[in-house]
Every structure is written in C-alpha cells, then in structure tokens.
C-alpha cells in the first residue's frame, strides 16, 4: 500500500527555491533513515530552521529538480502552478514463469502542488513574507507529523540499503499516480540514493 501526502502551498517567487530546498531536504531526512547526524539550516530570509543530511547526491539532486521547477513557472512560461513530487520505491522480487527478477514499488509519494504569486508592494513583500514563513513552519510540522506517525506501510530495510527515491516535477496539479508515473518514466525511473 502505497501513502500518498499532499502539500499545497502558495509562494511568494522570491522564497520559490528557498522553500521547495526545506521542503525536499526534510522529506529526505526523515525517509532516509540514516545513523548519519543532521545538519541544521537556517533559512535567514524567514527565521526557520530545518533538519537536512548532507549527501552529495542528494543535494544535486534537489538542486537540479528545484532548478527544473523555477524554469516551469517563470513568468515568460505564463504558468504560476505546478508540482513537485517525492517518490520512494522499495525493491521486491517480482516472480514470472521460469525467472525471478526484481522491481520497483512506490510505497510513499509527497506531492507537492506550488502557487506562485508576486508580490507587487513592498507592503505585500512584508505580508507575504509573514505568512510564508507561517506556512513554511506548518508544512514542516505536517512532514514531521505524518513521518513519525505513518510507519505501518514502510518496508523493511534491506542491509542498511537506503530507499531508492525519485523526485519529479510536472506542470499539472493531477496528482495521481498515474501522471506521477509517466513522468517517472519520461525522466528515467528512480535515482538511488547513497546516504
């Protein structure tokens, strides 16, 4: 049984990158389930802290999908939504007639769909600024919630093998698995983590 998490948030563009960063870094330390210790970041700009692994990888990876989803709502794109999504996949033997082989099976997916607004005042920066910082802090207590709570679906750990996870940025808010899926398929299948 696969858990599925929706977030939805709408960003100010100036704290886009800022907070997609916390957002993806805090599912990956909490799914990682690693012996490595944390690293705290500030995020100056709206007095928050949050817990991140460091891992090259990993960080190249949030990076380069963050990257990704910038470009997807510029505004010479026209479009102000979008999602990003956090896949995890756990290998299982998958049995045929005359072989076994493995395969990939998605046992948790967050899903995060992004409003991007300007703010067009300094007076809306100050305001946005307050409320993004709200939302940033109950998005993070939400992940925080619902890892430590949702624990009944998670597979078993395999040798210390960490999850195979994929993160995935689509200009549609369908968050089905299917659309999830395609775009999986478009991009590659599941990055490995090596945390």
């Known amino acids: 049984m696969s858990l599925e998490v929706p977030i939805e948030l709408t960003i100010d563009r100036y704290y886009l990158g800022t907070v997609l960063k916390a957002l993806l870094h805090s599912v990956l330390f909490h799914r990682t389930f690693s012996s490595e210790r944390p690293i705290d970041i500030d995020v100056d700009s709206l007095s928050v802290t949050y817990a991140r692994l460091e891992n090259a990888e990993a960080d190249r990876a949030v990076e380069e999908k963050v990257r990704d989803f910038e470009r997807l709502v510029e505004p010479s794109t026209g479009r102000n939504r979008g999602q990003i999504a956090m896949l995890f996949f756990?290998?299982?033997?998958?049995?045929?007639?005359?072989?076994?082989?493995?395969?990939?099976?998605?046992?948790?997916?967050?899903?995060?769909?992004?409003?991007?607004?300007?703010?067009?005042?300094?007076?809306?920066?100050?305001?946005?600024?307050?409320?993004?910082?709200?939302?940033?802090?109950?998005?993070?207590?939400?992940?925080?919630?619902?890892?430590?709570?949702?624990?009944?679906?998670?597979?078993?750990?395999?040798?210390?093998?960490?999850?195979?996870?994929?993160?995935?940025?689509?200009?549609?808010?369908?968050?089905?698995?299917?659309?999830?899926?395609?775009?999986?398929?478009?991009?590659?299948?599941?990055?490995?983590?090596?945390?």
């Open 90 to 195: 756990a290998r299982r033997p998958k049995k045929s007639w005359f072989t076994t082989s493995e395969e990939e099976v998605c046992w948790e997916q967050w899903v995060i769909t992004i409003i991007v607004r300007d703010a067009l005042s300094e007076r809306d920066q100050l305001a946005s600024r307050r409320t993004m910082q709200n939302d940033l802090i109950a998005a993070l207590t939400t992940i925080s919630h619902i890892t430590n709570e949702q624990k009944d679906h998670i597979p078993p750990i395999v040798n210390n093998d960490p999850f195979p996870f994929q993160i995935v940025v689509s200009p549609h808010t369908d968050a089905s698995w299917a659309s999830m899926f395609k775009q999986m398929i478009s991009s590659g299948g599941p990055w490995l983590s090596t945390t």
